[in-house]
């Protein structure tokens, strides 16, 4: 039995019939990396131009600023109130205030209505009871509700806080 002989084939390069070789064939870029490059292209570009319109410096609404005025500060007479307790014992609260005036133009109407005010926070302060004003969160609260009560009794003006400078609970 003779093996049969495979013919070998050579190496043959593909000529154009003019006798020149073809150019080899050109690689195409895979659509998902070209859909990739235009999505972070749009991303860097939205980010640059958000970027500007928001840092950018409009020197016309700079020097249109008003200069920004100081708080004024009115002492409030100090208050002396016993709390609520429902039991034998009396516990008092003694509170130091003094309100926030956001211009200094507010101080005589607020002076003048400090009868009202003195009345709104003898008011309240006579049903607080001492639990209410455990921890910062009491305070906190404390303040907010003074400050809601003197803005009602100085209508149509407001302030800005109330602060505190003393407060003892006996």
């Not at 084939?9 to 019939?17: G, L, M, S």
């Not at 958000?50 to 004024?72: C, M, N, V, W």
């Not at 507010?106 to 002076?111: E, M």
């Not at 006579?126 to 209410?132: H, K, S, Y």
């Amino acid at each position: 039995m003779a093996a049969k002989a495979k013919p070998v084939e050579a190496d043959v390069e593909e000529t154009q019939p003019g006798g020149e070789e073809s150019p080899p064939p050109k690689r195409k870029l895979p659509l998902k990396l070209i859909v990739i490059a235009l999505g972070a292209a749009v991303v860097l570009a939205g980010t640059g131009i958000a970027g500007y319109l928001l840092f950018r410096g409009d020197k016309e609404t700079k020097s249109a600023a008003a200069p920004i005025k100081p708080p004024t500060f009115l002492d409030v007479p100090e208050v002396l109130v016993n709390l609520s307790t429902g039991g034998d014992r009396t516990q008092y609260l003694k509170v130091k205030i003094v309100l926030e005036l956001p211009d200094p133009s507010l101080q005589p109407p607020v002076q003048l209505a400090m009868p009202r005010v003195m009345d709104a926070f003898q008011t309240y302060l006579r049903e607080l009871r001492p639990t209410d004003l455990d921890g910062s969160a009491g305070l906190y609260r404390l303040r907010e509700e003074l400050t809601r009560r003197v803005n009602a009794a100085i209508s149509p003006s407001h302030i800005n806080a109330v602060l505190f400078k003393e407060i003892v609970v006996q």
